[in-house]
């Protein structure tokens, strides 16, 4: 008979509290160096891509996996255009699901992605080729931007717009938000921010996409749970709770003991700090940039709100190499273009879509169930059952 109890065997190396630092997998998608305060997209500078490229160029080399020419982008944004399309099922009952209160519209995305993946059809990515799996992920990707929009318009009673044609997946975004076909330096500004944020190497939620990918369930199913990730404010759910510190503190005089009351009393500022990048993280310099080129108070008001905070973080955090990130700008960014604040995660849902799926093919693809251990540092078993225990 085997023996049982003791210590946990050997054999198991544990790894540092969050995984840090710990690799789990070989991507080509791409990688952030927080060291450097970089990050490419298959080997580009993805915020060159952000400043230079559209939506679709980045989409196809994230998802084909090659910059496409322009006849092959022109051709893409059609193809992906014309998925912009919900199934008739969904449409119905997507009003159903943002009349609830209160409406959380990352909560009805979750669910609406589910259904439509279901109305889809989508099988486990086990059962199908590469192809459909990738095909699956434009079709999904295409959906979301309108899922997204579609619940908060049904949420506040109004139609479901459907774009213009001929306007890219930001400017499409906005348009159907909004009802209005956007102002072009917004569109513009916001395309910049969807690029910047379609990927960030081994997220949590993009981890959570590759895990559910690996037990071979369907795509659905993976970007369900991605969904769920990023709603936490550790990960997506920042850049509302940045906006709403920059209305807590109101004037520039504020600011300095505010943040300083805020970090004393152990809460965290949000938008600062990154796991990965210990310098500048690229998307925060850039979106800060964009955030300056909208113009605007808020923006001005957030540059000084920005520097005191690092002073602050320096003061009472040094050593732990502290800076803005994404988040911060980014609620900047989307309130000057006009997107609504309970919007902001789920924006930010509808551009990781993108890495999403192309991390959920890469996964299918080279696939192997992820299923690490735990040590176990419980009472040494077997504990005996405590007398007399039966069966109630
Ligand atoms: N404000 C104040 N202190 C902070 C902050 C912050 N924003 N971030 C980290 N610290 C401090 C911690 O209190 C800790 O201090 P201690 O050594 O005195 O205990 C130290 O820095 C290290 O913190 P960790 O939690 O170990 O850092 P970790 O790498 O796990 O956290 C995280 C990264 C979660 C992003 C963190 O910086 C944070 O909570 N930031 C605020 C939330 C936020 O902006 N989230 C968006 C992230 S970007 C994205 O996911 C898209």
């Known amino acids: 008979m085997t023996q049982v109890g003791g210590a946990a065997p050997p054999q198991v190396a544990m790894a540092a509290p969050g995984l840090e630092g710990v690799a789990v997998a070989e991507t080509t998608i791409g990688d952030v160096r927080g060291e450097e305060g970089f990050f490419h997209y298959r080997g580009y500078n993805a915020a060159e891509l952000a400043r230079r490229l559209s939506f679709e160029q980045v989409w196809h080399l994230l998802s084909e996996g090659f910059l496409p020419d322009a006849g092959q982008v022109a051709a893409f944004r059609q193809r992906t255009s014309a998925m912009r399309s919900l ?40 059962d199908i080729s ?15 931007p309108v899922l997204v929009t579609g619940l908060y318009r049904a949420h506040r009673g109004e139609p479901l717009v459907v774009p213009d044609p001929d306007l890219g997946y930001a400017a499409a975004y906005l348009q159907m938000l909004t009802g209005r076909r956007p102002d072009p330096l917004q569109a513009r500004a916001v395309e910049k ?42 990960h997506g759910g920042a850049p509302s709770r940045a906006l709403q510190t920059l209305d807590e503190i109101g004037t520039e005089e504020r600011a300095y003991d505010y943040l300083r009351q805020k970090v004393e009393s152990g809460d965290r500022l949000m938008g600062f700090g990154h796991r990965v990048y210990k310098t500048d993280d690229p998307r925060s310099t850039l979106l800060r940039e964009v955030a300056l080129e909208l113009g605007g108070e808020q923006a001005r008001f957030a540059e000084h709100v920005e520097q005191t905070a690092l002073r602050v973080l320096g003061e009472l955090k040094p050593g732990r190499r502290l800076y803005t990130n994404v988040e911060f700008y980014a609620g900047v960014v989307m309130n000057t ?18 890495g ?37």
């Open 87 to 126: 199934p008739e099922q969904v449409a119905r009952l997507l009003p159903e699901l943002a009349a609830g209160e209160p409406f959380v519209p990352l909560t009805a995305l979750r669910t609406a992605v589910s259904l439509t993946a279901g109305v889809l059809g989508l099988q486990p990515v086990m």
């Open 130 to 144: 590469a192809e459909e799996v990738r095909q699956q992920g434009l079709v999904m990707t295409a959906l979301a």
């Open 193 to 234: 921010y969807l690029i910047l944020t379609m990927d960030h190497g081994f997220n949590a939620s993009t981890f959570t996409a590759r895990v559910i990918t690996s037990t071979g369930a369907d795509m659905g199913a993976a970007l369900v749970g991605a969904i769920g990730a990023l709603s936490g404010p550790l």
């Open 337 to 354: 273009a006009g997107i609504p604040r309970e919007m902001f995660t789920p924006t930010f849902a509808s551009s990781r879509t993108v």
């Open 356 to 392: 999403w799926t192309a991390a959920i093919c890469e996964q299918a693809a080279h696939n192997r169930l992820i299923r690490p251990s735990a040590v176990y540092v419980g009472p040494t078993p077997p504990v005996p059952l405590p007398e007399g225990s039966r069966y109630a």
